[in-house]
């Protein structure tokens, strides 16, 4: 069953005579399941194949184990590390009264010795211990992912599939540049709608023409590169067919908001709702830390220094924001924002510069945040007309 939960703590009273408590350590080929049974000396471990099936009935099959011992089970509880098999074994034991839980990977304490020994038993048996830390609601555990419904899922979708497009045309486009530059040949726009009929027209310093086998190789690049701009295409057209039908949601409203915004785009936009501010964020605080915008202080003793961004949350995000705060000094320079910056920034350092525009796109994502959830518009935030 579902329940309301804190990422650092479980706030259910925990009886550990009556909780079936099962960790999983979840590989491609196999699932290692160890279990503290009340009511058994030993701490039993399963190996299983990838069957959901099977898992459960393990779990029921101990349940009776404890039962038999005289100790009723009233509540089974099972955790795993978020991985590469996401969310949808939750889901499925969610559905089938059994409490689920994900582990942030990074959050389980582990031995800082050089070469600790690492093997699945011993990763169940941090696992364990985390997991039952948490379930007494001892902080510092170890933390929980939210787990989202298949339809939240599939709503980001889109936009990360548009981000790896992006990124895979950006890949081609420097990949032709290359060759190009490898013959000597600068200065020509490979982004032109006609860039790839022009190749046959360039000519290097030599004065001689571009050679064939290069000149094959580009064209099949540029119609790699005209198949994936076709597929965004089709991606943004998509979107903005779904933000008109679903202008009375949360998130159409929340898209319509931050829209308004000079300097924000409505893939920006979309982003930041899908994947920040439609999660039940506590406060300014913990937004910060989701983005992975937060600092990462290393003091011990009379040492006081600063690691730099503990890069702990969501990277796409992270990389958006810093984006948009670069944008936004342009796009509203004499914002309140832009004028903060520029008096952080008026050693003219570049190295301060870089710094302080993570704390813009902080205070920046912060002010989209309560714009969006809460509807306050910050004085000085220019927005587009209505």
């Given at each position: 069953?579902?329940?309301?939960?804190?990422?650092?703590?479980?706030?259910?009273?925990?009886?550990?005579?009556?909780?079936?408590?099962?960790?999983?350590?979840?590989?491609?080929?196999?699932?290692?399941?160890?279990?503290?049974?009340?009511?058994?000396?030993?701490?039993?471990?399963?190996?299983?194949?990838?069957?959901?099936?099977?898992?459960?009935?393990?779990?029921?099959?101990?349940?009776?184990?404890?039962?038999?011992?005289?100790?009723?089970?009233?509540?089974?509880?099972?955790?795993?590390?978020?991985?590469?098999?996401?969310?949808?074994?939750?889901?499925?034991?969610?559905?089938?009264?059994?409490?689920?839980?994900?582990?942030?990977?990074?959050?389980?304490?582990?031995?800082?010795?050089?070469?600790?020994?690492?093997?699945?038993?011993?990763?169940?048996e941090l696992l364990k211990r985390a997991f039952v830390g948490w379930l007494r609601g001892e902080p510092n555990h170890c933390s929980m992912a939210s787990i989202p419904s298949q339809e939240d899922e599939d709503a980001r979708r889109?936009?990360?599939?548009?981000?790896?497009?992006?990124?895979?045309?950006?890949?081609?486009?420097?990949?032709?540049?290359?060759?190009?530059?490898?013959?000597?040949?600068?200065?020509?726009?490979?982004?032109?709608?006609?860039?790839?009929?022009?190749?046959?027209?360039?000519?290097?310093?030599?004065?001689?023409?571009?050679?064939?086998?290069?000149?094959?190789?580009?064209?099949?690049?540029?119609?790699?590169?005209?198949?994936?701009?076709?597929?965004?295409?089709?991606?943004?057209?998509?979107?903005?067919?779904?933000?008109?039908?679903?202008?009375?949601?949360?998130?159409?409203?929340?898209?319509?908001?931050?829209?308004?915004?000079?300097?924000?785009?409505?893939?920006?936009?979309?982003?930041?709702?899908?994947?920040?501010?439609?999660?039940?964020?506590?406060?300014?605080?913990?937004?910060?830390?989701?983005?992975?915008?937060?600092?990462?202080?290393?003091?011990?003793?009379?040492?006081?220094?600063?690691?730099?961004?503990?890069?702990?949350?969501?990277?796409?995000?992270?990389?958006?924001?810093?984006?948009?705060?670069?944008?936004?000094?342009?796009?509203?320079?004499?914002?309140?924002?832009?004028?903060?910056?520029?008096?952080?920034?008026?050693?003219?350092?570049?190295?301060?510069?870089?710094?302080?525009?993570?704390?813009?796109?902080?205070?920046?994502?912060?002010?989209?945040?309560?714009?969006?959830?809460?509807?306050?518009?910050?004085?000085?935030?220019?927005?587009?007309?209505?």
């Amino acid at each position: 069953m579902a329940h309301s939960i804190n990422a650092s703590r479980c706030l259910i009273p925990f009886d550990q005579g009556a909780t079936l408590v099962a960790v999983v350590e979840m590989g491609q080929a196999s699932w290692l399941v160890a279990g503290l049974v009340p009511g058994l000396e030993r701490q039993p471990l399963k190996k299983l194949p990838v069957d959901q099936d099977g898992l459960l009935q393990l779990l029921h099959r101990w349940r009776l184990e404890a039962v038999r011992n005289g100790c009723p089970i009233q509540r089974i509880a099972v955790a795993f590390e978020a991985g590469r098999d996401g969310f949808w074994l939750a889901r499925w034991l969610q559905a089938r009264t059994v409490e689920a839980y994900v582990i942030h990977a990074s959050s389980v304490p582990v031995s800082r010795e050089h070469r600790r020994a690492k093997t699945d038993r011993l990763d169940t048996e941090l696992l364990k211990r985390a997991f039952v830390g948490w379930l007494r609601g001892e902080p510092n555990h170890c933390s929980m992912a939210s787990i989202p419904s298949q339809e939240d899922e599939d709503a980001r979708r889109p936009s990360r599939e548009r981000e790896t497009l992006v990124s895979e045309c950006t890949r081609i486009v420097n990949r032709i540049k290359s060759n190009l530059a490898r013959l000597g040949i600068r200065g020509f726009k490979v982004t032109l709608r006609r860039a790839a009929e022009r190749l046959e027209t360039l000519r290097t310093p030599e004065g001689t023409a571009v050679p064939v086998n290069t000149i094959a190789e580009m064209k099949r690049a540029f119609a790699r590169l005209e198949s994936l701009k076709q597929q965004i295409k089709e991606i943004e057209n998509v979107r903005g067919a779904h933000l008109e039908q679903s202008s009375d949601t949360d998130r159409g409203t929340m898209v319509r908001q931050l829209r308004q915004v000079v300097g924000v785009g409505v893939e920006s936009a979309d982003m930041l709702v899908q994947e920040v501010f439609l999660r039940p964020l506590r406060d300014r605080k913990a937004v910060a830390r989701y983005a992975g915008l937060t600092g990462a202080p290393d003091e011990s003793g009379q040492k006081r220094r600063e690691r730099g961004l503990a890069k702990g949350g969501n990277a796409r995000v992270r990389r958006a924001m810093i984006q948009l705060a670069w944008g936004h000094l342009v796009h509203q320079p004499n914002g309140p924002l832009a004028v903060w910056y520029r008096k952080r920034t008026a050693d003219a350092r570049g190295g301060t510069r870089k710094t302080m525009v993570v704390a813009l796109a902080r205070k920046l994502l912060i002010t989209l945040w309560r714009l969006a959830t809460s509807g306050v518009v910050p004085e000085g935030l220019a927005l587009r007309a209505a």
